[in-house]
């Protein structure tokens, strides 16, 4: 149990960390949330608890596929926001069309044979 709120606390840090430096920071904040840490904490928590590689080999390569298709929401939310669009609709606008590529990602793997 003790193992768990550990893991809980350092997660929940990272995003208390980022939202902190992002109010001063914006730029530095979108750095630190570009980083893959909480993939890496995911695999390290993996690799504490379970030692299973081939879980962990597809825990990285599931979140490279899945990191491409919620890419373009980085792009679309910011252009909405300067148009005045307001943040609420940006952000579901963003979330569906991530869900729809994630959808449109899975298709075009299946095709060649892999199934996330």
């Given at each position: 149990?003790?193992?768990?709120?550990?893991k809980?606390?350092?997660?929940?840090?990272?995003?208390?960390?980022?939202s902190e430096?992002?109010?001063?920071?914006?730029l530095?904040?979108s750095?630190i949330?570009?980083l893959?840490?909480?993939?890496?904490?995911?695999?390290?928590?993996m690799y504490g608890?379970?030692?299973?590689m081939?879980?962990?080999a597809?825990?990285?390569?599931?979140?490279f596929?899945?990191?491409?298709?919620?890419l373009?929401?980085?792009?679309l939310?910011?252009?909405?926001l300067r148009?005045?669009v307001?943040?609420?609709?940006a952000?579901?606008?963003g979330?569906a069309?991530?869900?729809?590529l994630?959808?449109?990602?899975?298709?075009?793997l299946?095709?060649?044979?892999?199934?996330?």
């Amino acid at each position: 149990m003790a193992w768990y709120f550990i893991k809980l606390l350092i997660s929940a840090g990272i995003i208390v960390i980022i939202s902190e430096v992002s109010k001063k920071l914006p730029l530095l904040g979108s750095l630190i949330a570009s980083l893959p840490l909480i993939s890496v904490l995911g695999m390290i928590w993996m690799y504490g608890e379970t030692k299973d590689m081939s879980r962990i080999a597809d825990h990285a390569e599931g979140t490279f596929w899945y990191v491409l298709p919620s890419l373009p929401m980085f792009l679309l939310m910011p252009w909405m926001l300067r148009k005045g669009v307001g943040f609420p609709l940006a952000l579901s606008t963003g979330i569906a069309l991530t869900g729809f590529l994630y959808y449109i990602m899975t298709k075009v793997l299946e095709k060649f044979g892999m199934n996330l």
